[in-house]
């Protein structure tokens, strides 16, 4: 899952960034409206966390743009004054959600959460497919009730997998997902060492890691 988090404030959007990266969120961090702009512009997201008040325009005008455009991307609003009118001018413009500063990281994490399920028609917080049953939210896996052993890296990539089961998601789509503009020092082929490492602790599982030439993964449960 990648997020790009729009907040000035540079302490709390890297402690945001910060928490959403250890429960398997790849995050972008852009302080002004024009550099969310820049973003949007070459990098689709999961979800945006949107600060109000940005340096040099209103939050509420990228939302508007966003919605004008067709961009249906999850927007959760963050802002420290919240009048009843600011949330209605923000959900009538098509934000999702809202938070008010200070708040809790974990509930911040959990709405984030909850947006995309939304979106993706997921109704529960575990996704099952045949005996692999894999929880996004605290990136653990079990095979048959037995936990399987993952890195955090492998987990976000079965979670990407798992969340559009039966699809082919190209190699380039699992990449975005991964990782950040930060990680300028990966390429693209480290998703195949990801995919072969996951394919080895799902092996004789009943559960498989289809590569379709030319195309991407797709992950289906055998029979």
């Known amino acids: 899952m990648r997020v790009l988090i729009v907040e000035d404030a540079t302490d709390m959007a890297e402690a945001i960034a910060i928490r959403l990266g ?10 002004t409206y024009a550099t969310a702009e820049d973003f949007l512009a070459v990098q689709s997201y999961d979800a945006i966390v949107l600060d109000i008040n940005l340096p040099d325009r209103n939050g509420t005008e990228l939302l508007q743009s966003l919605r004008q455009r067709n961009d249906r991307t999850p927007v959760l609003m963050l802002t420290a004054l919240f009048s009843v009118d600011d949330r209605v001018s923000a959900l009538d413009l098509g934000a999702d ?9 974990r509930e911040l994490e959990a709405r984030i959460r909850a947006l995309v399920r939304r979106e993706t028609d997921q109704k529960s917080d575990q996704v ?5 049953s894999f929880s996004p939210a605290t990136l653990a896996a079990t095979l048959n009730g037995t936990p399987v052993d993952l890195t ?12 559009s089961q039966g699809k082919v998601l190209s ?7 991964l990782f950040a503009f930060d990680d300028v020092d990966v390429g693209l ?4 060492l990801y995919i072969a490492r996951l394919r080895k602790k799902l092996n004789a599982s009943g559960v498989a890691i289809e590569t379709q030439r030319g195309l991407g993964y797709r992950i289906h449960a055998n029979g």
Do not use: H, T
Request: proline share 4%; aromatic share 6%; glycine share 8%.
């Open 171 to 177: 190699k380039q789509r699992l990449y975005d997902g």
């Open 97 to 105: 959600d809202y938070l008010v500063k200070p708040f809790d990281q």
């Open 189 to 192: 082929n480290a998703i195949e």
């Open 128 to 132: 099952q497919l045949g005996p692999l």
């Open 152 to 163: 955090r890296r492998e987990a976000m990539l079965l979670g990407l997998l798992l969340r």
């Open 22 to 31: 250890k429960s398997g969120m790849a995050c972008d961090l852009a302080d």
